[in-house]
Each structure stands twice: as C-alpha cells, then as structure tokens.
C-alpha cells in the first residue's frame, strides 16, 4: 500500500572532467565556461541544471551535494535511483564508483554503501533491517548476472503492482559495508571492459547496482521497503573516433541503441503529449521504467567532456540533460499496513457508515414528510453538505428532477384551475411558494439519492470487510491450530536433537577410546616389525653361514671320497696280490696290518657316526624350517583376515560417519525449522491477541483445536515411534560395533601371541644355527683328523707294500718257505678280505647319504630363499597395513574433531553453507559510524590492479577556474576462470568465500523464514 504521494521532477546535475593528455597534446580548447552553481554556458548559449560540477569538484563534494539526501529518502521507504549518463570517456564510472577502495577517489556507490549502514546505526533500535543487493549487467541487450557468470539471459518480469524486475537475479544479503563491498568487487571483476582509442578502460555495457532495503518496527509491526538503483551506463561511442572493430564495433552499436531507445523514452516524457511511450524498445529502459515518470525520486548526472574536440557530443548530452529535468516523476512511500492498523481502518469505515446509515434514515422520513405536504421546519432538515456526488451524476439527477418537477407543476396547475377560482395575485403567490417548495424538494430529493448511492457503496463496503474479517478469523484460528501442532512437533524434535546429541557424545567418547587403543597397538605393531626385522636379518646371516658350511662339506666329502677311492684301490691289488699267493706276510707284519685296520676300521665307524648325526641334525633343520613356513603360511593367512576385518570395520565406519553426518543434518533442519516456528509463533501470537480483542468469536472452535490437537497427537506418536525405532537401531549398530572391536581386539593379541611364538621359534633357530655352526666346525676338525690318518695310513701302505715287496724278494732268492704257515696267512688274507669288504660298504653308504644330501640341499635352499621372500612380503604387507591404520587414524581423528566441534556448537547451532543467509541489521549497535570521507575497510590498502587512465589524472592549466587536479582510475576486470566469483586484491585472484557467517554485535541471522539470536561477538567460517 502506498502513501504520502508527492510529485518531484527528476534531479539533473551536470559534471565535466579534466582535459587528457592527449586533448592537451592536440591543443583542445576548453570549452565550458561555468555561472554560479547551476549554469554552464557553451558556445554562448547557457544550460541551467539542478547543479553544475567544475572539473576540480572532489568526490565527496559531488557526493554530499546530491546522493546523501537519497539515502534518507531511501530508508524512509521512498524508491531512489542514480544513474550516469554521457558519451565514452566522460567520467561516469569514476563518478559512480571510482577507486573503490581509496577513501579520497571513491565515488557515490561505496559511499552510499557507507552512509546507509551510518544512518541505520543511527536510528530507533526497534527498527530492524533487511538489505540484499543484486549486481547485473546490459551486455549486447542480454541481461548478464554479474554475481553468478552462469545466468546469461535473463528476463524482466512485473510484480502484482507492475512495477518491471529482473526475474531470477542473484541476491546476496548483507550486514555491513564491506559485505557490499565484496558484492562490489565480485561483480565489478566480471564485468565486459574493451579498449578504444578514446579510453583505456570502455565499458561495454550498462551495470546496474541494486539495493533492497526493508525495514520493520519491532513495536508497531509496521513495514517499509524502499529500493535504490545505481546504474553505470555504457557511453555513447562515435565509431571514427573510438576506432571500434570487430565485436567493440558490435558492443557500441547496441550500446548506441539502447541510448538511443532512452533519449525517446526521456523526450515522450519530456513532451508530455504522447499516450505511448517506448519503455519496451530496450531493457534498459524497461528496467527504469519506475525511475521515468514512476514512483521513484531519481538523480541523473550528465557527465560532460570539457574539449572542443567533442563539442558536438557534450552538447547533445546537456540538451538530454535540459530534456530530462522536465520529467515529473510521483513518488510515494512504500508502506505494508500491519494487521492493527486495517483493523483501525475498518472500524474507522464501520463507523461512517452507521452515520451514512442514520443520515440516509433521517433523510428518509423528511422526504416522506414532503411528499405528504407536510412542510419539514428549516431546524429539522438534515444538512445538504454530508455528502457530495460528482459532477455527472448531479447533472443527471438534475435534469430528471427538472423533468419530473415540470410534470407535477403542470398536474398541480391543471387541477387548480378545474377546481378553484383564485385571484392572480394569489396564483402568483402561490406558484412562488409552490416553486419554492419544489426546489426544497428537489434539493431534498438529490441529497437522499446521494445518501442512497453512498449507503449502497458503504452496505457493499461493509460486506467486502464482513467476508475480509471472516476469512481472516478462519485463518487466524487455522493458523491457532497449525502453531499447537508446531509447539508440539517442536518440543518432540528439541527431545530428539537432545537425545541425537548425546548419543553422538557417546559416541565420540568411545572412538577417543578406540583411537587410543589403535594407537597403541600401531605403537606395539611398529615395535614387532622392528623386532622382526632384526630376527630376519640374523637368518639371513645364519642362511648365509649355511650355505659356506654345506659348501665346505662337500670339498671335505670330495676329498674323503678321494682318499677312499684310492685306499680301495690300494687294497684291491693288495688283495689281488694276496689272493694269487704271489706274497707271502710274516706274522709280524701281518700283525700291524691288522692293527692298522683296526685302526682305519675305528675311525671309520667314528666318521660313519658323525655323518649320520650330521644328517639327523639337518633333517631336524629341515622338519624346523618346514614348521616356520607353515607358521609364517598361517600368519599370512591372518594377516589376511585381519585386514579383511579392517576394511570391513574401516566400512563400517564410513557408513556410520555418514549416518551421523545425516543425523547432524537432520538435527539442523529441526533447529532451524523450531526456529522458524519459534518467530512464526511470535508473530502468529502477536496477531492473535489483535484478533481476540474483536467481539466475534467462532462457535465452532473448540472442536476445531480438540480434532487438531488429536491430529498433532496421532502424528507426535508415529513420529517418536519412529524416532524410537531409529534409536534402536542406532544402538543395535553400535553393540555390533562393539563386539566387532572386541573381535579385533581378540585378533590383535592373537596376532600378539602367535609374534612371540614366531620370535621364540626364531630364537630357537638361532639356537639350533649355533650348534649346526658348532658341528660344522666339530666336522670339520673331524675331517681334517680323518684326511691326516688317510694320509698315515696310505704312507704305511706304500712302505708297508715296498716292505713287503723287499721281503717277497728276499724270501723268493732264499728259496720257498714252510707252508705251515699258509693257512695262518689265508686266514688273515680273509679277515683282510672282509674288512675290506665293510670298508666298501662303508664307503658305498657314505656316497649314497652325500649323494641324498646333495639332492637335498637345493630343496633346501629354495625353501629357505621362499621363506625369505615370503617374510619380506609380510614385512611389506606390515608396513602397508600400518601406513593404513595411521592414514585411517589421523582421517578418524578429523572426523572427531569435526564432532567436538559439532558438540561445541550445539547453542547455537551451526549453519549450512548452501542456505542463503539474511541478515537482519539492529540500529544502536555499531561501535563506530565513520563518515564516508573516511571510509575505511578491513582490506590491503592497496587497490586493485588498475589501468592509469590519462583522461582522468591531467590538469588543464588553461582552465580558468580550477584549482587542483581530480585522480580518475577505474579497475580493470579479469576473465572468468571458472563460476567461481573470484576477488581482485593485489592484483591476485582471491576466492570469494559466500559460506562466511558475521555475526555482529546483537545481529538477527535468518535462513530462509528461520530466526535465531546469536552470541555477541560470535565469528564462524
């Protein structure tokens, strides 16, 4: 609803630039001469305008001289606009928003920025505010979002009162001035720039800066809404002087056009004759439609060129400026009518129209009393002025009173005549009170049609507010039971969030446990690797040592089997020669050689023994080795489950992280929809007390809430059945886990148990390696004993063999001998013969078990090499198992820290990042209002990369009225590197973070319709 209409014009202002650099170096004349404040003079012929801004005029002079008061309007619910015009180069994006970040160059738009945040801080504290901006361009007559790179095209749409918007903008809501500034600078680096001949720094299109500002007293409820637009147009370009080509050439045709299509939309206005004016032609044009001829107070700064070389262009622009200021615009302040007030209004109408009601009554009975004859005194006449009808309607009234008081005239005069004779005087006089009569009565007659016509408006009134009040009590009381219902749901979801809460601290406290308890076994794990690692590297030696020592004992066999070979050869001929009687042994000597035997046959037997104990011991070897590969086969195997069991729990766990992720999430949604109930209740009830001081009460409302609250009931029940069954299950899965981590745990110290036997099987290789390497060397020294006896033996055999063959010589020369003797000789010859015989099995046997061994060694070794390889594969498996736990461990320990935090901040509780955020701004509550001279941000005092524009940073010397040189420069915008906004500071992209949450001091932060105080203070990212 709208009030306090008031009829403005529009507001025009006229600023000139410095000379550039270039002008001075082509020798430009300066052209403007100003006139007091309000007038230029070019080419002798003078402009007046609202105010006219020489080239030395500062920011803040421009800025407090026609954009402060706006502010004001804008916050006292008017609808405001700024906007720029004048051809390229002209210093309309310096005027508007200038080095945004200096606080001497910046221009109106981050100082309003700063002004509206002062004023609201300065207001009543019951007044709360909600402001969101929007930033959106005019890019080749496509309306291009700024603040969301992906909406391209959008379109313009009216709302319920007509007025035209930009359907689907972005909006960001904002708290403080560097919020804005931050829209500003997100929108501002993906704005279309170009370079031309005339400026270094084009704007390619028209940007548009909207600021929505609503506001509400928290006492009265009364609402107020104001919207401020300030536009950047794009500059009218002259294609031989910009030397636009290509897609520039392109962009300034349609930027021409689109101002052209607002030059005739400014002189349809402006005439004042035409019916149609072109607001369509451009959508430009249509999004202004409000700020032309509308309900808007709107400003236009014309921004001039002081060169002659553009004395063409800076004229046209002041004779739009001219054309312009003699548009009227009617602006009215934007104001919602609370549920108090219409029910003020309707008792107001109610109340008139009982008095219309006893007018049209009182008026009724006279005009009964006329039409009886019955003259009506003067005192007791109703007053003619109550009411008054329109000019048509009295006209035709009139003549149909005319009409009809000529028809009873003439009635009257006929029946006079007929049936009595009077004078002419009397006739006269009684014509003259007749007519007088008739004209009382006709006057009484147009009274009580306008007092029928009003009672008839008013009966209908009355109805319309009759039907309007009933609805009104069926919503209020639906609305009664709809808020029962809420409190209800509230209440059970508040119990659910507690319960939510505590079982994730029950939670949270046992993965703490959990994790310690995995640390320490990481801890005894890494401690058993080492521990293996040593007791792999001393088998290794002890393989190593093996391996000489079977490399040793076959040199010693090759060399026993030598010494054998030849022993025996020895004896076969030795045999043979016995055996032929070709010699013949003394007794003595035969005597020796049986000793000798015996000897040979001792050692032997002692070689024989030790070989077969060596052999036993490497069977046992080979029985221990077989049982650790067995063992460490078996421990794989678990190793195996174990892991398996891992990533099982790992995945487990995962499921349960996400389950309580959604729970955490669930847990929001019920805050937040408890909180939106919480301020819906509020209201509803602040409503509800106006509608319960009305004396109409609904008969059927108890039944109402009973059914309702039976519904709520009903609806309650299922929902804690559910949740019951939902804590159920949640605890169901949590003693899973439970014994599934008892199950770990029983596994860990398995795997404990069967590492202690492992490393106790190692000590007892170790053991059982040191008396191998202690038999190795007992045979050694046994085969070095048995090679020097051999060698004895085999010298006694050769001067045995030459005794024997001297003695042979000497007993054939002296002839042949007794044979008594013989048999002595055969039977020795025997004996010899059998214990040569035991020799060659002996050595038969020796060879055979060599030969096994031999065949056995490689089996050997490659077992040996397997379980090498097969304990540094658990090794690796190890240490990629730990590399895991410790991976999973610290992902853990972030996932508990994550629920801590989300413990911490249960009251208040924290916010998604994907909700849009409102922000509600409390006046009284800032610490420090800075005007907007000094206007001061929380950024790198540098600016951002920026091009020197040399338009804007030369001083015209030949001009005669100024004083000192005003800085231009504008901020160069960066390509769109992905939809991400992204913040020019220091000349580096910045990542623009829109989940940041600022919570001032008293701030009301609202996700969609929730509310909720937070804590003073209080910063969350």
């Known amino acids: 609803m709208t009030d306090a209409v008031a009829e403005c014009n529009i507001k025009v202002l006229c600023r000139f630039r410095p000379l550039n650099q270039a002008e001075i170096l082509r020798g430009d004349k300066f052209l403007p001469t100003f006139q007091g404040d309000d007038t230029v003079i070019i080419g002798g012929k003078p402009y007046v305008f609202d105010h006219v801004f020489p080239t030395n005029t500062t920011q803040e002079q421009v800025y407090n001289t026609c954009a402060k008061q706006i502010v004001k309007d804008v916050l006292g619910g008017y609808n405001g606009t700024i906007f720029a015009y004048g051809q390229t180069s002209s210093g309309k994006t310096h005027t508007m928003e200038g080095k945004l970040h200096d606080p001497q160059q910046m221009g109106i738009i981050p100082r309003i920025a700063e002004d509206i945040f002062n004023h609201i801080f300065s207001m009543d504290e019951n007044l709360e505010f909600h402001i969101k901006v929007s930033y959106f361009e005019i890019y080749m007559e496509k309306i291009r979002d700024l603040l969301d790179v992906t909406k391209t095209n959008l379109s313009v749409h009216e709302d319920k009162n007509r007025v035209p918007y930009v359907k689907g903008c972005t909006e960001r809501f904002v708290s403080s001035p560097e919020e804005v500034m931050d829209v500003i600078d997100e929108g501002k680096s993906n704005r279309h720039v170009a370079v031309t001949n005339m400026n270094e720094h084009s704007s390619r299109s028209h940007s548009i800066f909207l600021i929505n500002i609503k506001q509400e007293h928290v006492e009265t409820e009364q609402k107020l809404c104001g919207k401020l637009y300030l536009v950047d147009l794009a500059g009218s370009e002259k294609v031989s002087k910009t030397g636009a080509a290509g897609a520039v050439l392109d962009e300034a045709k349609n930027i021409n056009k689109s101002l052209s299509s607002l030059g005739n939309v400014i002189s349809a206005l402006a005439e004042g004759t035409k019916t149609h004016v072109p ?82 009554q009182r008026l009724e009975l006279e005009l009964l009393r006329w039409r009886s004859g019955e003259n009506v005194p003067e005192m007791e006449q109703a007053d003619a002025d109550v009411v008054k009808l329109d000019g048509s309607d009295e006209m035709s009234l009139d003549n149909e009173r005319s009409s009809e008081r000529q028809r009873e005239r003439e009635r009257d005069s006929d029946s006079s005549s007929i049936v009595v004779r009077i004078s002419e005087e009397e006739r006269q006089k009684y014509e003259e009170e007749i007519r ?158 049986e000793e000798e035997f015996t000897v040979a046959r001792l050692y032997i037997s002692k070689i024989k023994s030790e070989v077969k104990s060596m052999v036993k011991r490497c069977r046992q070897l080979e029985n221990m080795q077989l049982e650790c590969h067995r063992k460490m086969e078996e421990t794989s195997r678990e190793l195996s489950s174990c892991q398996l069991l891992v990533s099982q729990h790992e995945a487990k766990i995962r499921s349960l992280t996400e389950y309580m992720q959604n729970v955490e999430q669930k847990k929001r949604q019920l805050e937040d929809n408890y909180d939106a109930l919480s301020e819906e209740f509020f209201m509803l009830q602040n409503s509800g007390e106006t509608n319960n001081n009305t004396p109409y009460k609904a008969a059927g409302r108890p039944a109402l809430h009973a059914e309702s609250r039976q519904k709520q009931l009903s609806h309650l029940r299922d929902e804690i059945n559910e949740k019951q069954r939902l804590i159920d299950d949640l605890t169901d899965k949590n003693q899973a886990l439970e014994l599934e981590l008892a199950h770990v745990r029983s596994s860990l110290s398995n795997l404990k ?199 804007f940073l030369q001083e015209d010397k030949s001009a005669p009225q100024k004083t000192n040189t005003v800085g231009y420069s504008t901020v160069r915008s960066m390509d769109i590197m992905s939809s991400c906004p992204l913040d ?31 804590n003073p203070g209080h910063v969350t990212t």
């Open 279 to 360: 607001y369509r032609d451009s959508k430009m044009t249509r999004i202004l439609q409000d700020s032309l001829g509308g309900n808007c107070r709107t400003t236009m700064f014309i921004c001039c060129s002081p060169s002659s070389y553009n004395d063409a262009e800076t004229k046209s622009t002041l004779m739009f400026g001219q054309r312009a200021k003699t548009i009227k615009n009617t602006a009215s302040i934007n104001l919602e009518l609370t549920a108090e007030q219409w029910k003020r209004k309707y008792e107001k109408e109610k109340e008139k129209s009982k008095s219309l009601r006893d007018t049209i």
């Open 436 to 593: 007088k009569l008739y004209r009382q009565l006709d006057d009484k007659d147009d009274e009580i049609n306008l007092q029928c016509q009003l009672a008839e408006k008013l009966k209908e009134q009355i109805l319309d507010q009759d039907e309007l009040l009933a609805s009104t009590r069926g919503d209020s009381d639906k609305v009664q039971t709809e808020l029962g219902r809420l409190q209800t749901e509230s209440e059970s979801a508040k119990s659910e969030v507690r319960e939510v809460l505590q079982a994730l601290e029950e939670l949270a406290v046992n993965y703490d446990q959990k994790s310690q308890e995995v640390e320490e076994k990481n801890l005894h794990n890494k401690q058993l690797a080492e521990q293996l690692s040593l007791k792999m590297a001393n088998l290794m030696e002890l393989e190593a040592e093996l391996a000489q020592m079977q490399e040793v004992s076959s040199q010693q066999r090759k060399r026993i089997a030598d010494v054998l070979n030849g022993l025996m050869k020895d004896l076969s001929e030795f045999s043979s020669i016995v055996g032929n009687g070709e010699i013949k042994l003394p007794v003595e000597i035969s005597g020796a050689i």
């Open 753 to 951: 148990l069967q590492d202690d036997t492992k490393s106790a099987c190692l000590e007892q290789l170790s053991f059982q390696q040191e008396r191998n390497e202690q038999s190795k060397q007992d045979l050694k020294r046994l085969e070095e004993t048995v090679a020097r006896e051999l060698q004895t033996l085999h010298n006694l055999r050769k001067l045995f063999v030459q005794d024997l063959t001297t003695r042979v010589k000497k007993s054939t020369e002296i002839g042949p001998d007794d044979s008594g003797g013989s048999n002595t000789q055969k039977q020795k010859i025997s004996f010899l013969e059998n214990n040569l015989d035991q020799l060659t099995k002996v050595h038969k046997q020796l060879v055979r078990d060599n030969a096994d061994l031999r065949c056995e060694l490689p089996k050997l070794e490659k077992r040996l090499r397997s379980t090498a390889e097969r304990v540094r594969a658990l090794e690796t498996a190890l240490k990629d198992a730990k590399q895991g736990a410790m991976n999973d461990r610290r992902r853990y320990q972030q996932e508990v820290e994550r629920i801590r935090d989300a413990m911490r901040l249960r009251y208040p509780p924290r916010r998604s990042n994907a909700a849009q955020i409102a922000k509600p701004v409390r006046p009284g509550h800032h610490v420090a209002a800075t005007s907007p001279t000094s206007f001061s941000f929380t950024r790198a005092s540098k600016p951002a990369t920026s091009y020197s524009n040399a338009v």
């Open 984 to 1014: 020019v500071e220091n000349g580096k992209p910045l990542r623009f973070d829109c989940t940041k949450i600022i919570r001032p001091l008293g701030v009301l932060l609202v996700l969609g319709h929730v509310s909720l105080r937070t």
